[in-house]
Every structure is written in C-alpha cells, then in structure tokens.
C-alpha cells in the first residue's frame, strides 16, 4: 500500500532532522552498550540493562544469574538479555 503526501519542505526537512538525531543518540548508546566487557560488574550492569542499582538487586532476588568468585561478583551480558526473554509478557 502507498501513500502519498504533500507536506511543507521546511515541515519534512524538521523530519528529517528529528530522525537523524534519533539514530544518532541510538548508536551513541548501542556504543556504549558494546563497549561494556562481556562479565560486568553491578555498575556495569545496571548501565547496560538501563536500570537502577536497587533494581539491579531486586531483579538478582528474583533469579538474575550471579558469577561469584572469590568473593568477587560478575553478571554478563548474556545473563540480562536472558533475564529480559524470561520475564517477557
């Protein structure tokens, strides 16, 4: 199905650049995202699941896979985008 519409130039060129600074700040934070190592510490993943650290420690109450060795606590990124797929609606 095609639609065709006639807006202003200066409204389409508003367009434009709205989507352009949508994509930019999306890849700005895919960046982020990726250059974050693979088992992260609690900072790390609350940044990469984009939550809060008293979240963080609600969602490992409630089973987010933990890395504990030595005393020293990893979750990877595999760990959080599980923890996503489990608690989709």
Not at 61 to 70: C, D, Y
């Amino acid at each position: 199905m095609e639609v065709k519409m006639q807006v202003p130039p200066e409204f389409e060129e508003h367009i434009k650049e709205e989507m352009l600074k949508t994509a930019v700040e999306a890849y700005k934070l895919a960046g982020k995202r990726e250059a974050l190592p693979e088992y992260m510490n609690m900072k790390q993943t609350a940044e990469y699941a984009g939550i809060s650290f008293n979240t963080l420690k609600k969602w490992i109450a409630m089973g987010l896979r933990v890395s504990n060795i030595a005393g020293m606590q990893r979750i990877s990124k595999k760990a959080i985008d599980d923890f996503y797929l489990e608690h989709e609606i």
